[in-house]
């Protein structure tokens, strides 16, 4: 096996990338990355390698020293997992406590997180905020309430400047006509009411 050095670490980056090397060839990698100074080219891959470097076994085995293709071919074998036998008893125990636990989220379940019932009269309402379609009900439906009340006092204001001017135009015409005269009260409320 020939050492790594910066003529053909290159070459084992490919092999690397593609699968190829052995665990041994890998670790030589590791070693390379691991060294003080490296071409501006290979620096970008030194955090990459000293990461893997330190999921890596500390002893390099014989058998480990297949490439890793050859490897990946054979069938893995799941760890084994031990269970404690527990007696009845216990298991009783177990399943109390796993009630207690679930009793416990459901009684401190916060209710701020489901929404109110007098807000799903809005469902299927959305609001537009810096470009996001937002449609999250607990902050869709006070933005429409917020807006609703706006709506309510533009209203309001304009109501008022029409009753105003219908006042204003009320004292202009009774001061321009002698209303006294029954001939023409009859006149102008006719020709006003609508």
Known sequence: MNNIDNSNIRHYIDRFLAGETSCAEEKMI???F???QLADDLEKYREMFLWYDSLAPEAVGEAEAEPVAEAATA??????????????????GVAAMLTVLFAIGFIFHSPSTSIPEEYLAYEGSYIIRDGKKITDLRVVVPEILRTEQLVDERLSALDASIEAADMAFDHAVSNAYNLSDPDVKEIIDATLTY
């Not at 069938?75 to 009783?92: C, D, E, G, M």
Request: hydrophobic share 40%; proline share 12%; aromatic share 16%.
């Open 30 to 32: 590791y070693d390379f």
């Open 34 to 36: 691991r060294r003080g």
């Open 75 to 92: 069938p893995r074998r799941a760890p084994k997992v031990r269970l404690l036998r527990l007696r009845p008893w216990q298991w009783i």
